[in-house]
């Protein structure tokens, strides 16, 4: 069975990374190993988003590790490099990475993107939210068709959305 590492980029909103992980889990997404990288300003934010993973995993049997990366703001440099050095490894190690863009600043995702092209990747998603009136807000509380999901790889399993 792969193994997968799900990488996932805090920026602004914590309830755009706790509302992807959750809707990927009901698409049959899982995760053996998850990666939460930030910059600095959104540090404060990471221990409610491991909560939430941790409980959201907890609720589908799984239990993966959670490991938080923090970057400087702005430090798209050293974003790419821990993106490079962090893939090679996790590519070393037998993973197929899985990486949800949906909170992430310019910088992050660029970087993350670039580097990850190199690498067997299971996903690269965003999921949207159609009407700011749910902004903070769990999944379950919004309506599904106001969060289209985007696979930007295919998905047999992403509808018209």
């Known amino acids: 069975m792969t193994k997968v590492a799900y990488v996932t980029l805090l920026g602004r909103s914590p309830w755009a990374v706790i509302n992807t992980y959750y809707k990927l889990l009901t698409m049959g997404k899982k995760a053996d190993l998850i990666y939460v990288f930030t910059e600095e300003r959104y540090r404060h934010n990471l221990p409610k988003v491991v909560r939430a993973i941790e409980a959201i995993s907890e609720a589908y049997n799984l239990s993966p590790a959670i490991k938080t990366e923090v970057v400087p703001d702005y430090g798209f440099f050293v974003a790419d490099r821990k993106f490079r050095e962090l893939f090679s490894k996790l ?3 037998g993973y197929r990475m899985g990486l949800d863009i949906t909170s992430g600043r310019k910088a992050l995702v660029a970087a993350a993107i ?3 092209r190199a690498f ?3 996903f690269i ?5 159609l009407d700011q009136d ?3 807000r769990p999944y379950m ?3 599904t068709h106001l969060q289209p ?8 399993n992403e509808g018209d959305e």
């Open 120 to 122: 067997p990747v299971a």
């Open 149 to 156: 999901i985007k696979n930007f790889l295919g998905d047999e």
């Open 114 to 116: 670039v580097q990850i």
């Open 125 to 129: 998603v965003y999921m949207g939210l």
């Open 141 to 143: 509380m919004i309506p």
């Open 91 to 93: 590519g070393r190690e």
């Open 134 to 136: 749910f902004p903070d």
